[in-house]
Structures are given as structure tokens and as C-alpha cells.
């Protein structure tokens, strides 16, 4: 039998539940945060100053001399510095991202932005990348560049690009390119150390930074060779930029075998004089003398039974003793150990010892993995490219890898380079990890603390604040460094993960 409800009723319920939601907004206003008592560096580059930072929502809403409101949360913040959020141009944080979303070595590394899509390497399609980040929500934020070895890949098959492209090939690859930077791509990045991308020529890498200059984009590489032939590679890129009219960054700048040590003056010098013939060439680094990779990127020769191929790379990285095989899959027990050591305890030589890596990793059939940590640069070196105005940070760390600028960077630069070593001050580089990267990647609401940006910050105390990761605990936390909030939510929490995901896509817009 059918119910009736009189009309009256009817009414009175629609306007309860229609004027229900206004009054709860009205009950509830957006939360608010007051970071107080802290040591203002804007990222800017000025200097410090005593302020209190308040944060509405997503955004900072106002700075200065600031009391509590009633209900809000405080943050006593004395003792301690306040800086925008770290960005690192340089990540393979996506690895592994969408299964653990926390990123706690970043997060507790002061990083609330990730610039992926590095190497040559990316997500493909990005939309559906990007899509996937939305919908599992993670806790910094991610942007990416288009990788041209994904790229190339696809369009010319995993098992025939040992070869020239053909201009066919080459105009579907610049259709793919711009397809990615409509999706938000930041630009090109390209990785021609390895495979595919190692047999691109110069032209093919001209036409696909096109696709990424139509669409404001940057072009961003780990150049074609980090040793001997630096200065070469330096200049190929270059030229990349000035015949396909964008801007260009060098990856992870190094000056990475003996031939090349101490000439990091000279590549700031080439950087330089390309800029003031109307270009603009920038650089990222990362505050470690020893790098990770692959062991063949030891050499440029793929001729990889040649012996003499691996006595000179040896001899040019300074000796086997050099090179820790950081992991291992065939065998464990070679995992952690230099090739001197392993050649030692299984009384082989050193070059056998790697091409039999070599066979098993990347020969006809491998299934194995490896990686290497190789001390291959100088001090001194790392050091000019640390201090130098135009260059910015990068970790070229992931989630969990097996080298410590993953879990180290940002807080080394502070602890060592600012604070015991006197190589910058603490405003120069906090704007190297903030400003800089922001208007480098095109985050015009990032980088900077002042009313309006969006509420990415960092607390860490400048006496204590020290990286502890090293290769043999490469994932072991900094120290000093407490809090973290990424848009506005506080992920990392006196120390402790708060579990909240805030993190955005942060996707390329033309500046109008």
C-alpha cells in the first residue's frame, strides 16, 4: 500500500536538507595553521627574518607578526628555520610511487615536489600517469618531462633501434612529444648514455626538443658522455637548444673521469657564454662525488669483450676499488663489495670480474640486474658547481635506492656545504632549492613564502640539520629536519609521518 507524506512535511524536509550544507560550512571554517616563532628564508635569497607564517587551506594567507586564532593549530617553530618546500629537478621518486605513496625518504629529505620523467625515461601515456596519481593520491607533489627513450622505443621497437631513425620515424616521434606536453609534460628529457637514445643523432634530438619548444617546454639531459668527452656532450646540447629555440639544463653536472677533473670552471665558463649569446643554459647537481648507474656506463663502447674497453674506463675512474657493485642480482654475495674486493676473494681479475656482470646482466637472455656506485669526480669540482648561481639541486635519487643522495641530498647541501663548509650561505641555498627550480620548471605558485603561494614548507633546525644516509645504509634519515607540510597538510610531523597524501600533479603552464 502506497504512503503518503503531507505536502507540508515535504517542504520543510527539502529546506532542512537544502540549508544544512551552508550551515555546516558556515560552522566549520577552512582549517588554519600558524607556523610561529621561526627564522624566515623565503627562497628569494633575502635574508632572513624573524616572522610567523600563517596557512589557509592550500595556501599561506599571510606573513608577519601573527597572534592565534582561536582553534588554531600552532607550530612552534623557534630555533628553526622556514623554508618553501624542496624541489628536486631531478627524481626517480615514480618508481615505485603509486605502491607506497608516503615517499618517506623524500618527505623527510624536506622534498614536496618531484620532477620526474628523467633520463630519457617516462610514463607513457602521462595523462594516464597523471590520472593514476590523482586517484591514489601520494604525499608531494610529481610533474614530469616526456622521455625520448620511451619515445623512441615505441616507435621504433625494442628490438630495432640500433640505428639511425628514419625522418618518418622522427616526425612520430615529435607527434609524441607533443602530444605529452598538451598532457602537462615540462618538456624533453633525454638520457643518451643508454639505450635507445645512445643511437640518436643530434638532428633526431633537434626535431623532438621542436615538438617540446612549441609548447613552452624545457629540454633536459644526462648528456651523451660524463667523462672525457664532458665538454662535447656540454656542447651538443647546446646546440640542441639554440637550433630547436627552448631552454636546455645538463642533468646531474659532472666532470666524471681524470682527463676532465678540475675543469669545472671551464663548463661554468661555456655555460655562461652560451647565455650571453641570447640562450638559456642552466644546470642541476648533486652534492656527492660518486655516482649510480649502470656498470656500462663505465664506457661509451658497446663493445663489451673487448678488454682494453674496460682497462681504460677502469684506469680513467681511478682503479676497480672505485667501482662498488651496489646490487646484484645473479649473486648476493657481490652486492656491497668494489670489483677489487670481489676480484680478490674469488682470485680473478678485475675486467673479467665485470664483463662476467656484464654477460649476465645485460648479454643475450640476462634476466639479472645490477648497479654500481663509482667515485669518479673531485671535490673541488662539486663543490664550484654547488656554489655556482645558475646551477640547482637534485637528488637523481628514487624511493629505496642503493645510493644515498636518495635519502640525503637536500639536507647534505645544508648540514656540510652551508653550514661546515661555508661553500654558500644558508639564503642562496635555500633559493637554489626553492626560487630557483620553481621559475625553472615553470611552478608559478611554488618555490617562494609570501601570501598567495601555495603552502609547501619545511622546518629544519641550521645546527643540527645532517644527512646520515651513506652506501652501506643508504635510506637511513637526515637529522634536523622535523616537519614538512606539502599544500597546506602536515605530512611529516615532529618526526613523524602523518600518513596524509596532499601531494598534486603539477603540470606545465605557458607563462602568459
Known sequence: MRRWIP???????????????AARQTAEPPPSILISGGMLVDGTGARRRQADVRIVGDHIQEIGRLRPRPGERVLDARGQVVAPGFIDTH?????????????????????????????????????????DLEARHVALNIASFAGQGTIRSLVMGKDNYKRHATPEEIAKMRALVEQEMQAGALGLSTGLEYD????????????????????????????????????????????????????????HIKLGTAKVWGKAGDALRLIEDANKRGLDISADVYPYTYWQSTITVLTLSRDWDNRAVWEKALAEVGGPEHVLLSSYTPDAAWQGKTIAEIAKTTGRDPIAVIQEIVHKTHGPGAKGRESVVVTA???ADVRRFIAAPRIMFCSDGGLR??????????????????????ILSLEEAIRKMTSLPAHRMGFRDRGVLKPGMKADVVLF????????????????????LNTVLVNGAIVLDSGKLTGAHPGAVLRRTLTP
Open 7 to 21: 505536502l507540508f512535511l515535504l517542504a520543510a524536509l527539502a529546506a532542512w536538507t537544502t540549508a544544512l550544507p
Open 91 to 131: 627524481s626517480h621518486a615514480d618508481g615505485g610511487l603509486l605502491e607506497t605513496p608516503d615517499a618517506e625518504t623524500q618527505i623527510r629529505q624536506g622534498i614536496t615536489t618531484a620532477v620526474v620523467g628523467q633520463d630519457g625515461g617516462s610514463h607513457l601515456p602521462l595523462q594516464q600517469y597523471f590520472s
Open 461 to 480: 633546525d641550521p645546527k643540527t640539520v645532517l644527512d646520515t644516509a651513506t652506501t652501506a645504509h643508504p635510506t637511513s634519515p637526515p637529522i634536523g
Open 401 to 422: 635506492g642503493s645510493h644515498p643522495r636518495g635519502a640525503g641530498t637536500f639536507p647534505r647541501i645544508l648540514g656540510r656545504y652551508v653550514r661546515e663548509y661555508h
Open 196 to 251: 635507445p637514445s645512445y643511437y640518436s643523432t643530434t638532428e633526431e634530438l633537434i626535431e623532438c626538443a621542436k615538438g617540446a619548444a612549441a609548447h613552452g617546454g624545457l629540454y633536459i639531459s644526462h648528456v651523451r658522455d660524463e667523462g672525457n668527452e664532458a665538454f662535447t656532450s656540454f656542447k651538443e646540447l647546446i646546440r640542441i637548444a639554440e637550433k630547436a629555440h627552448l631552454p636546455a639544463q645538463i642533468s
Open 377 to 379: 669526480m673531485t671535490e
